[in-house]
Each structure stands twice: as C-alpha cells, then as structure tokens.
C-alpha cells in the first residue's frame, strides 16, 4: 500500500502560482511514477501531468503544457506541481496519483489515489 497526501491548494487570482505536494508513505515511493489529476465541478476527473521514477521522464495535458511542472524528490518522497498563470478554468480538486509507468498513469490513473486538494482560481 502507498499513501499519498496532498497539500497546498486554496485561492488564487488568475496570472498567480501555486505549488502543490503530495507525500507518499508505506511501499518504496521511488518504485513508482507519479501523476497529478484534476476534476472540475460537474466534470469528469481528467490528467494534467506524469513523471517517471528517477524523474527523467515527464508528461503534460495540453491544457497544462508551458504553465505546470511536475517534480518529485525521492528523498522526500514528495511529488510536486508548481502551476504557473493559472486561469479560472484550473479550478479542481487535484489529486496525485502512484503507478507503475509514466505512460500508464497518464493514459488510466494511478494504482493508489490520494484525497486531493482544492484550487480556486478567481477571475
């Protein structure tokens, strides 16, 4: 089993940053890519980035790409997402997400699902 918290949301203007973290308890965190996922009100939850285990491979949404990055610190076992120029339309609950491979987190989630954390982004 994996644990996975995540912090750092709240309420931001649109063109402001926030940086969110997630920590990972219980299996060995560096066994696992990393995700992070958002759901807006009344939609449906959708992908926004991925890395790989050792960090050398990372995977954007388009709607994130250029804005977003994700990071991780294997020491901390703490996967990151500093989102840069947010838009109202970044408003979710984001959740970060642990599984096997970069590309299958990105393409069906992750094995283990943390609470998510809540972002507004006012216009």
């Known amino acids: 089993q994996v644990q996975l918290v995540e912090s750092g949301g709240g309420l931001v203007q649109a063109g402001g940053s926030l940086r969110l973290s997630c920590a990972a308890s219980?299996?060995?965190?560096?066994?696992?890519?990393m995700g992070w996922f958002r759901q807006a009100p009344g939609k449906e939850r959708e992908f926004a980035a991925a890395i790989s285990w050792n960090g050398g491979s990372t995977y954007y949404a388009d709607t994130v790409k250029g804005r977003f990055t994700i990071s991780r610190d294997n020491v901390k076992n703490t996967v990151y997402l500093q989102m840069n120029n947010l838009k109202p339309e970044d408003t979710a609950v984001y959740y970060c997400?642990?599984?096997?491979?970069?590309?299958?987190?990105?393409?069906?989630?992750?094995?283990?699902w943390g609470k998510g954390t809540l972002v507004t982004v006012s216009s």
């Open positions: 997400a642990a599984g096997g491979t970069t590309s299958s987190v990105a393409r069906s989630g992750g094995d283990y």
């Open positions: 219980g299996r060995t965190f560096r066994n696992y890519a």
